[in-house]
Each structure stands twice: as C-alpha cells, then as structure tokens.
C-alpha cells in the first residue's frame, strides 16, 4: 500500500485484518476516525513513513483495536511516521491499545517517530528545481 492519500472518512481511514506480509510507506491517512484500526496484528509489517492526521474536530483517534484480542503480547511497529505532532504524549493519548485495555493485547510502538514530515510523494529533478524557481505546475 503506497502513494495513497486517504481523507475524510466517516469510518477508519485503513483497516488491518492480520495478513502475512504487508508493507505502507508513502502514505497520508487525514481526518479519518481513526486513522489506523486494528482487528488483528499482522505476521510481518512494515508501516513506516506515512503520515498520520487524526479527526481532531471529531475527537478521532490515530489508531484504535479490537475490544477483545487474548492473544498475545504483539507489539506493532508503527515507528518513523509523521503524526502531525512529535508531542509523544499527545500521540499516546489518542492511541487506544492495549496499555488501555486490559481485554487487548496489542501495543502500539510509535517512537522513535518521524521529527517533522516525511516523503510522500515523488518527484523528478526537474520538478524539485522547478520548485526552487518559483514555476508553477
């Protein structure tokens, strides 16, 4: 899942079912509620680089789970992306997981994180000096 911009949603932004191997980098998840849901962790994963913007108006949470997962301890490796904060407290606050809720056993890790925004979209050469030059597109 790469180069996707996911905004607006009156639901999840991006759903994790469990799988074997899943790969997001690139992308932008914005004001969905919640950003990232959980119903099952995934065997192999590697989430990183995206940027994350929860539904602040709403109260949206970055990432919520399962109300009931026994199984476990899984920890989820959501480090190097962009929350749109490098408050980690404030990250940690609207992350609904098992440090939370006893019945779910999967945890969130999201430091170290992305200190500002990171790459997501790609651009040639002639389009990053077209920047600098002032040309618009």
Avoid at 120 to 132: H, I, N
């Amino acid at each position: 899942f790469r180069d996707n911009v996911v905004e607006n949603c009156p639901g999840v932004g991006v759903g994790f079912g469990g799988c074997l191997n899943l790969t997001m980098h690139g992308n932008i998840v914005d004001r969905c509620h919640p950003c990232l849901f959980f119903g099952e962790p995934c065997d192999v994963q590697a989430v990183h680089n995206n940027h994350f913007f929860r539904d602040v108006e709403n109260g949206g949470y970055w990432v919520e789970m399962v109300a009931w997962y026994p199984y476990g301890p899984y920890y989820i490796d959501l480090t190097q992306n962009y929350w749109g904060t490098t408050d980690p407290d404030e990250i940690s606050t609207w992350i609904l997981d098992g440090y939370d809720d006893p019945d779910v056993w999967m945890y969130i890790d999201f430091q170290p994180m992305a200190d500002g925004p990171v790459r997501t979209e790609r651009a040639t050469w002639g389009e990053v000096k077209r920047l600098f030059r002032g040309e618009v597109r």
